[in-house]
Every structure is written in structure tokens, then in C-alpha cells.
């Protein structure tokens, strides 16, 4: 999937059932006065599909908690995109079948999720 979408995911629904409702609303009783602004329905990476805000990880100094620096840390941002392309993929994959009975154990339970899409 990754080669595919080259990571680009859709905005949450939740997110675009707003600016249709809010849009009809305006078509049909002129509330709000002005017509929403359209969001944009893609964007890059898992956070946005919750958030509908993209953002890449960060790398973060052990001592200090600030966010490292290229000046601090040469080649902090090849890391930090190599490590956000290594999140996304792994969380297009899913668990493995052999980290099911671990995950379970920890909480893990899809059926809800998987009832509420139905």
C-alpha cells in the first residue's frame, strides 16, 4: 500500500461530514452567513487521517526534552524521515499474525473497531 499511496491518506470523516453539513446548511438557510471553506480531504501520513493535521516525527535531546537541531545533530533530518516513513509503514501493516496472543493479553482488541465500520 505504501508504493501505492505514496502514504497519502484521507482527512477523518468526522472532519468531512462537518463541512457537509455546515455547506447544506448555508445552501439551504443561508446559516452559516458565509460558505465554509472546503478542507482538503488528503494529506500525508496516519496523524492526519485522526487529526487532519500532517506532521512528521520528532527527534528530541535525552537531557533537555527540546527537539534536536541539524546545527546540534547533523543528519537529524534524514533520521527523522526515515524513521516517520518506517511509522507510517508499520502502521499500514498492522500487527504481525505472531504478535496477535501479546497484544491480546496487553489489551488489544480490533472487534469493536471492526463492528463499527460495518
Do not use: W
Not at 505514496?6 to 446548511?25: D, E, I, K, P
Not at 508499520?90 to 504478535?99: T, V, Y
Amino acid at each position: 500500500m505504501a508504493t501505492v499511496s505514496f502514504f497519502r491518506t484521507l482527512r477523518g470523516g468526522r472532519q468531512l461530514m462537518r463541512h457537509q453539513m455546515l455547506n447544506a446548511m448555508h445552501e439551504a438557510f443561508g446559516r452559516p452567513t458565509f460558505r465554509p471553506a472546503a478542507p482538503n480531504p488528503l494529506g500525508l501520513g496516519a496523524g492526519f487521517a485522526f487529526t487532519g493535521q500532517e506532521g512528521l516525527m520528532t527527534v528530541r535531546d535525552s537531557d533537555t526534552g527540546e527537539e534536536t537541531s541539524e546545527e546540534r545533530l547533523p543528519g537529524v533530518g534524514a533520521l527523522r524521515r526515515k524513521c516517520a516513513q518506517l511509522g507510517e509503514t508499520l502502521l499500514i501493516a498492522g500487527p504481525a499474525d505472531g504478535e496477535m496472543a501479546f497484544l491480546r493479553e496487553n489489551g488489544y482488541r480490533p472487534e469493536p473497531t471492526e463492528a463499527m465500520a460495518q
